[in-house]
């Protein structure tokens, strides 16, 4: 089993102590000294190993706050140790497991800035893209952080595209950048409703060319047929019919569009020289 392999969020702690030092830690210590409740730690000097495998006890009893604490501590008092190297990484990882995602961001681009050819490093970028990703809100607030999660996840599925991390990734990726097309989808209902179909227009045409593969295409072509038709562009309208029927013909979403174009005496008929057909056979 890989190292990398170890270090995800699910691993058991004991295989993960020996992915990161590659010798399985026997014995138990001493209890050195006690943490105080917000997990700050009084400065003691005592060896590395002491105070490594003390923060390796405390993750394995789930006290991930005080283990964070401990693993700093390794930084601090033995920064340019190897166990420091080690201590980085697994004070994001501990930072994560109980949300403190801004700290273990920030812990994770430190590891990435001070080991960048590790061989760990593609778990940091990793831990990385799961804090912003687990941040995601719904669709009807600000999505920086679905931004910055679809960021992190490209990083890791171009850095490293043979590893695990990019395959859990691009699922990620998939469903980030789907999210990022229900927020254009709610905007431009809501410009619908109120009968801006200019701006309502300019939403769905972001889902139609750069989220053309998410859940969320064909009711944009379905709205853009609305819009269109309300502004008596009838070729457009008939254009964005013709996609969505000739790529999603059993979707109820076909079905009201062309109900609207019958309406008015209208059948589905592509323009080739329409902007949604461009954007269409550019993707496909």
């Known amino acids: ?55 390796m006890d ?13 693993f700093d501590e390794v930084e601090r ?35 990435i800035s001070l080991h960048p050819g590790s061989k760990e490093v593609s778990y940091a970028y990793y831990l990385v893209a799961l804090c912003y990703y687990e941040q995601i ?5 600000d999505q920086q952080m679905t931004q910055n999660a679809l960021a992190s996840l490209t990083a890791v599925i171009q850095r490293f595209p043979q590893s695990e991390y990019a395959r859990d990734a691009r699922l990620k990726f998939d469903l980030t950048r789907d999210h990022l097309g229900g927020k254009e989808m709610e905007i431009g209902r809501y410009y619908l409703k ?20 998410t859940t969320h295409t064909p009711e944009a072509l379905h ?16 254009t964005a019919a013709a996609i969505l029927g000739y790529n999603y013909p059993g979707s109820d979403w076909y079905q009201d569009s062309y109900g ?11 323009n080739k020289e329409s902007w949604i057909s461009k954007a269409w056979h550019t993707v496909f």
């Open 223 to 238: 709205r853009l047929v609305e819009a269109y038709l309300s502004l008596g562009i009838k070729s457009e309208a008939q």
């Open 137 to 141: 809100s719904d669709v009807g607030r």
């Open 77 to 111: 008092q033995h920064p340019y140790s190897v166990w420091a190297r080690r201590a980085t990484l697994m004070s994001a990882y501990a930072h994560y497991k109980v949300n403190e995602y801004d700290d273990a961001i920030l812990t994770a681009q430190r590891y």
């Open 1 to 55: 089993m890989s190292e990398a392999k170890l270090l995800t969020p699910h691993i058991q702690v004991e295989r993960l102590r020996a992915a990161l030092f590659g010798v399985l830690i026997v014995g138990s210590l001493a209890f050195i000294g006690g943490c105080s409740s917000d997990a700050e730690v009084p400065y003691e000097e005592r060896p590395v190993e002491q105070i490594y495998n003390k923060a």
């Open 58 to 70: 405390l993750l394995a009893d789930g006290s991930y706050q005080k283990a964070a604490a401990e």
């Open 194 to 213: 109120k009968h801006d179909y200019i701006a309502a227009i300019n939403r769905f045409r972001v889902v139609v060319e750069q989220y053309q593969t």
């Open 260 to 270: 609207l174009l019958a309406g008015q005496g209208l059948k589905p008929e592509e």
